[in-house]
Structures are given as C-alpha cells and as structure tokens.
C-alpha cells in the first residue's frame, strides 16, 4: 500500500490543539517538527556546533512548526484527510489570535517501498581500515575476504561507519588495542567503535551518550554481533560532575568521536581517566580545529602518538605522559 504523507502548517503554540484535532480524527501518531525546539537546540548545545551546517540553520529558522501525518492511498485515507481538513476549518475560524498560523495542509505521495527503506537502499557493505567489512543486517556477504564482519543498524544514531570520523578512529583501534585493555567510549552513538574494540579483544567497561535511544540502539548492536560493550551511561558528563565520576578511571583506551569543543572540555577529564601511559583516540574535529585539540591535549599532559586527517576530519591519538 503507498502513503499520502500530509504536512499542517501550524505555529508553536497551535501544536497542542492540532494534536487533538488529529486524535479526533483517528490519527495516532504524527511527526513534529517545532520551530521552537530547533531554536532551543541551538541554544543548548553551541559546544556541538561543528556537526552544524550554516545552511542547515538558515534553512530551520525559516521552517514552520509543522506536524506531518500518514494517511493510506485508498478511500479511507481521503476521507480521513476531508475529515481533517474539515476540521482545522473550524479550528481556524475558533482562532480569534491567528495564535495556530496558518491550519493549511500540504500532500505528497510516499511509495510503499520508499516508506521500508528510505535511505537503507544506499547502506551496503564496505571495508573499514585493515580489518574490518562493516555491513547492516538487511545484507548479507558471500565472500568476506578473511575481515571481521560487523554488522550495524544505526536506527536514528550517528555511526554506520561511512563518515571519515569514524573510519579514523576504528583504524587507530586497530593499531592500538590490545587484548584485555579496559575500554571507555564517549560518545557512543550506534556503538560501532566499542564494538569494533570489543572484537579486537579490549574489555569495554562503559559507554556514554547523551541520547539514551543510542545507548539502546548501542546495545542491541553489541547483540547482533556477540560482543559486550560494558554498561550503558547517560547524560553530559560536562555538566553532570557525579555522572562523570561514576565512569570510574583507570582505562587503557578512552575513544572519544564527538566534536572539537567537547574534546577540549573533556581533555582534563581524559586525563583523569586513564591510566599511566593510557591512549586517548578521539575525532570529530574538522582540519581547521586540530590546532586547538592539539594544544589542549599537550596542556593537560598528553604526547601526540599519531595525527590522521581525510579531506575534512582530524584525528589524534594522544599517549597519557607518564610523570
């Protein structure tokens, strides 16, 4: 069966009212896209900003808060959708304010096979470093040519193994874990790179997020390809102190693919963390910030092993000194 995805054009304050106008109806669910939230986004994490395309933010502050539903291509979906434009008539001539814009909708077709898959279609099976054929579970590989396959399904986290972030810091894993070390991933999104440490035999202890779906996305990860990734933890551990100090310390490997900022912050806290000779791997600094991590690692004791960059990314390995 194919779809009608249909878009309300609404404002922040006419999301409630539209919400009950669609459970009314008999929609259940809805995809909201608030204008406010974005704004709060962007207020809230400035220290992430590097993921943040200038064109991105240029393009959201001109977006309408929205709520987008999905109705069946049949007779039943069209008079849903009569039933619902009827309705947001009334809503709009109840507003007085014109406080819940604009109550217009717009359609779009969305195929059946568009609807499973969406960008699935494009996520195939490639290697990564020396070792490692990275793959999602909808694939399946004849011949892996002697690499360790690692199977990940991202769901919404960052971490299919595609982005150079990733690919350099699942390299520096290759050449610097060694069986048994204890393991700590900040950041972990998908869970790719614990997992990846975990099959090149490091005992990963812990794994942080700030989003508590990736931990779970992380986990199920771990699953599918018979390795532990240690406990799960959420929050910001830069403004959560007791969060950061239930990590606990003395980690051989702490890899940290996050963004330039935040390995700034945390450089101390790395520090901290691992033990005497300890190895930090950390990416997500785009070229133009490496400086800046450099410098703030060798401040707070760290002797720069290795310095990797693709077109756009960095990536250090830093030796903890020993004093």
Request: glycine share 8%; hydrophobic share 40%.
């Amino acid at each position: 069966m194919d779809w009608k995805e249909v878009t309300i054009y609404t404002t922040t304050a006419g999301v409630e009212p539209v919400a009950a106008l669609l459970e009314d109806n008999g929609v259940e669910g809805y995809v909201l896209e608030d204008a406010a939230d974005f704004e709060e986004f962007l207020q809230d994490t400035e220290i992430y900003w590097d993921y943040v395309d200038e064109d991105l933010v240029r393009e959201k502050r001109a977006q309408e808060t929205c709520l987008k539903i999905y109705l069946s291509d049949d007779a039943a979906g069209a008079k849903q959708l009569a039933d619902v434009r009827a309705a947001l008539e009334n809503l709009k001539a109840r507003d007085e304010k014109s406080a819940w814009g604009r109550l217009v909708t717009e359609t779009a077709l969305t195929r059946q096979e568009d609807w499973e898959w969406g960008w699935k279609q494009y996520f195939k099976p490639f290697p990564v470093g020396k070792t490692f054929l990275i793959k999602p579970s909808w694939e399946s590989v004849d011949d892996a040519q002697g690499r360790r396959i690692l199977e990940i399904d991202p769901a919404s986290s960052f971490g299919t193994g595609s982005h150079d972030t990733t690919q350099l810091c699942m390299a520096a894993l290759e050449d610097n874990v060694q069986p048994g070390d204890r393991l700590l991933d900040m950041g972990t999104g998908s869970g790719i790179l614990a997992i990846a440490a975990a099959m090149l035999g490091a005992k990963v202890e812990a794994v942080v997020d700030i989003d508590e779906n990736c931990l779970k996305t992380a986990q199920e990860n771990a699953e599918k390809n018979a390795v532990s990734i240690g406990e799960g933890f959420c929050g910001d551990v830069l403004r959560e102190p007791a969060l950061a100090g239930r990590l606990g310390e003395g980690y051989d490997i702490i890899v940290a693919n996050i963004v330039a900022d935040v390995i700034i912050g945390m450089a101390p806290m790395f520090a901290e963390k691992l033990c005497a000779g300890g190895m930090l791997i950390c990416s997500g600094i785009l070229n133009e910030r490496a400086d800046e991590v450099r410098t703030s690692l060798e401040e707070h004791g760290f002797g720069i092993e290795k310095y990797e960059k693709s077109d756009d990314w960095s990536a250090f390995t830093a030796k903890k000194c020993v004093h």
